[in-house]
Structure formats: structure tokens, C-alpha cells
């Protein structure tokens, strides 16, 4: 069953640094999607990708968050100086079409943020 | 503002029975609602979801119903199984599709032998 995968499983990194998320969508999906979820905490929207440009983001996606599809499989999520409150478990989405569809999600990276 | 919550933390049922998970809603403009199961260490997984013009909708083993009037909605799982436990939550969306879903907080839902 095709599934969407996430690397890396667990990243630590040093508040400041910049880290990228990277996902492999399902491949004849079209729209793509960021969530994230603190420990204990929703899960929590950040932003929605489509013809290569972002549909949608929430107040949490700010200037430190970026995204891109470098290639013809991969999203990535960018955080260009992270903070502690960044620490989360972050979760690529994609589905095959706008609208009332079913959005599959990956297994997820921790991001832990020292 | 606007929220998606559920009632209860936790809810544990005896295996074979039948559990209901409740969640309230705000967003009275919100016309797609899904339920998602989240085992742990894992994603969250599409279980069904529901359009503001139904009131109910079935899948294998799962009910989900809408009552707009009061603004909530159930998932029902028919003879619960061990892997059955996860946490579930409800999600909505004013705009149809997984664009900025709102997430409810999530039940777990504990299944006893």
C-alpha cells in the first residue's frame, strides 16, 4: 500500500541551527501538507502546498518556516533558525485532490530542539 | 475562538463491546469532519470521515454521526478489538479536504481484555 514517508525519524538539534524535514509523498498525489504536534498537544496545521506554491498557512507558519518540492518526490519543511518551542513531532500529509479527500499522513519526525 | 474539543481524555471498554467517542465543535461554518486514529509512534490514520449534508455515515465497524444542531459529533466502533486502542481525534474543516484541518485534543481509547 503506498504510504508517505518521513526522514529523518528523530532529529536533535541545537536551537539556532536550521534543520530540514524531509518527505516523500504518495506519488500521484497532488496537494501536500505540514502538521505538527507538541507533546501532550492537537496536532496543528502549519501549511498547504499545491502547484508548487503554498495554499494555505497558519499563524505558527512565520518567516522561520519555508517549504519546497525541490524535485518531482519530495517536500521538505525548512525551519531556518529553530527555537526550543519547536520541539515537536512534525507530519507530512499528502492527498490525491483538493477538496473532500482522504489526506494520508507519515509516521512523523521528532524534532527535538537543545 | 473557534475550537474542536472532545469530552473525555480517556475511555476504556471491555473488548467486544461497543464504544462511543464524542467531540464537540464551534466553527458552526465547518462542513467536512473526519476521525482519525493515532497508534502510538505513528501518524495519524484516516478512519471516516463526514460532510455537513449527512447526518450519518458507516464504514467497517465504524458509525460516525453528525448532529449539526448541537454542534457534535460521535464515532461509534462496533465490537471492539485489542487494536482498536490509539488515540482518536475529530478533525474539521470549513473548506472540504486536509487544508488547515483543527484538530480536536483526542481521546485514548483503552480496550481491556
Known amino acids: 500500500e503506498p504510504e508517505v514517508t518521513q526522514t529523518p525519524s528523530h532529529q536533535v538539534t541545537q536551537m539556532g541551527q536550521e534543520v530540514i524535514l524531509r518527505c516523500v509523498p504518495i506519488?500521484?498525489?497532488?496537494?501536500f501538507y505540514w502538521y505538527r504536534q507538541i507533546l501532550g498537544q492537537k496536532v496543528e496545521f502549519l501549511v498547504s502546498f499545491y502547484n508548487n506554491e503554498i495554499s494555505e498557512k497558519s499563524e505558527i507558519f512565520d518567516d522561520q518556516f519555508s517549504v519546497e518540492r525541490p524535485d518531482g518526490s519530495n517536500f521538505t519543511l525548512k525551519i531556518r533558525s529553530t527555537k526550543l518551542e519547536d520541539s515537536a513531532m512534525y507530519f507530512c500529509a499528502s492527498s490525491e485532490a483538493g477538496g473532500w479527500t482522504e489526506a494520508f499522513f507519515g509516521q512523523g519526525t521528532r524534532l527535538t530542539v537543545v | 475562538g473557534e475550537s474542536v474539543g472532545l469530552h473525555l481524555p480517556t475511555l476504556s471498554v471491555q473488548e467486544g463491546d461497543n464504544s462511543i467517542i464524542n467531540c464537540a465543535y464551534s466553527n458552526s461554518a465547518s462542513d467536512y469532519f473526519i476521525w482519525y486514529k493515532q497508534e502510538s509512534g505513528k501518524g495519524p490514520q484516516f478512519i471516516i470521515d463526514i460532510r455537513s449534508n449527512m447526518d450519518k455515515r458507516q464504514g467497517q465497524r465504524v458509525t460516525v454521526l453528525l448532529n449539526k444542531t448541537v454542534k457534535h459529533l460521535s464515532l461509534q466502533i462496533a465490537a471492539t478489538q485489542p487494536g482498536d486502542s490509539a488515540v482518536y481525534f475529530c478533525?474539521?474543516?470549513?473548506?472540504?479536504?486536509?487544508?488547515?484541518?483543527?484538530f480536536g485534543k483526542g481521546t485514548h481509547l483503552i480496550i481491556q481484555p
Open positions: 506519488s500521484n498525489h497532488l496537494y
Open positions: 478533525a474539521e474543516n470549513g473548506r472540504g479536504g486536509a487544508d488547515g484541518l483543527t
